[in-house]
């Protein structure tokens, strides 16, 4: 089967219909998450049905925000990734509004897990709740399930010590630049995708030509440089990226990569870029001899960095930034 992505459950195709499925807003589909897809699929297999992963869009703490913007680890077109990489067989996407918010736990069990996806299991994360006022628990998921007639697993979060994994601890690792840590509890490298858009072509006069994404709303990387590796289609590139303008304008500034060996125009199309590592944190240069020649020297530091650097997982390499 193809995977399919359905925003929305009008209409279900047939295939799709007596689903094992997780529902979470799973936001980074970290190890803790895929811990759930990976209970999910066996499930599915054993049963010979379909496994599907649903989830939400926006994130509801966007929607009750007084202005939206929270730092995302992965929206819908990465989980769908993800969920592909991980053998599921499609994703559904609800669209979260504060009238969505408002549906009591049981219709959102008999309208959307019956009535619509006629499930035959449902997989999710101790911490789970949903419909209004979160009175959706995994006990009233279990009684749903013998009410209503399918199964339900209820698996307890991932947690190696220090605390379970989760999205805030990933979203942390990242504020503070911390890629190595945050790539451990992913379980793979974090992706930052976008559109090629044009930027001041500062970069290309001063002999490092770029590829500038927006960075999306929220977005709280450290400023800094990075090594990276890139998707464009179907090539793997690498290169060296820079987050901040210290010194010119460095308000909600892109994210800016220069790809090794490569002078190609891609504005409009789709990038993808995996964070390796961090080269080191954003400085001001009196000239810009300065920064062409720490631009130099990043080049080279990441350039060794990434030729040490390997897939962390099967999924890391699913995801198409390893050969």
């Known amino acids: ?21 997780a529902i979470g ?11 759930v897809f990976r209970v999910l699929r066996a499930r599915a297999n054993a049963l010979g049905v379909p496994a599907l992963m649903v989830t939400f869009e926006p994130h509801p703490r966007d929607v009750f925000a007084p202005i939206p913007g929270m730092f995302r680890l992965t929206h819908a077109s990465e989980k769908a990734r993800i969920a592909e990489a991980m053998g599921l067989d499609g994703i559904v996407v609800l669209d979260f509004t ?30 789970f709740h949903f419909g209004h006022n979160r009175q959706g628990t995994p006990a009233f998921l279990k009684a749903a399930g013998e009410k209503y007639g399918f199964a339900v697993d209820v698996l307890d979060l ?5 605390g379970p994994i989760s999205s805030t601890r990933i979203r942390e690792r990242l504020r503070q630049g911390d890629i190595a840590g945050a790539t451990e509890l992913l379980g793979y490298h974090y992706v930052l995708s976008g559109t090629v858009v044009k930027g001041d072509q500062r970069g290309r006069l001063l002999g490092f030509p770029t590829a500038n994404v927006a960075s999306p709303t929220g977005f709280d990387l450290l400023q800094g ?20 303008k210290p010194m010119f304008n460095n308000e909600r500034p892109p994210f800016e990569t220069w790809i090794f060996e490569f002078d190609e125009d891609i504005y409009g199309e789709t990038l993808d870029v995996a964070l390796v590592g961090l080269v080191r944190g954003q400085e001001k240069f009196s000239s810009l001899e ?23 997982s099967a999924l890391d390499r699913a995801l198409g930034f390893f050969g």
Do not use: W
Not at 1 to 21: C, Q, T, W
Not at 26 to 35: K, T
Not at 303 to 312: C, D, E, G, S
């Open 1 to 21: 089967m193809s995977f399919i992505r359905l925003d929305g459950l009008d209409h279900v195709p047939p295939a799709l219909k007596g689903a094992m499925v």
């Open 25 to 35: 807003n799973f936001d980074g589909c970290h190890r803790g998450h895929q811990e």
């Open 158 to 162: 991932l947690d190696e010590g220090d």
């Open 98 to 127: 504060r009238p969505f918010s408002e549906i009591d736990a049981d219709t959102f069990v008999s309208r959307f897990l019956v009535d619509a996806l006629g499930v035959c299991g449902v997989t999710v994360g101790a911490d």
């Open 225 to 244: 440089v990075y090594a990276v590796r890139v998707r464009l289609g179907e090539r793997r590139l690498i290169g060296v990226a820079s987050y901040g």
């Open 290 to 312: 300065e920064l062409i020649a720490a631009v130099a020297r990043d080049a080279q530091k990441a350039r060794t960095m990434l030729a040490a650097a390997a897939p962390i």
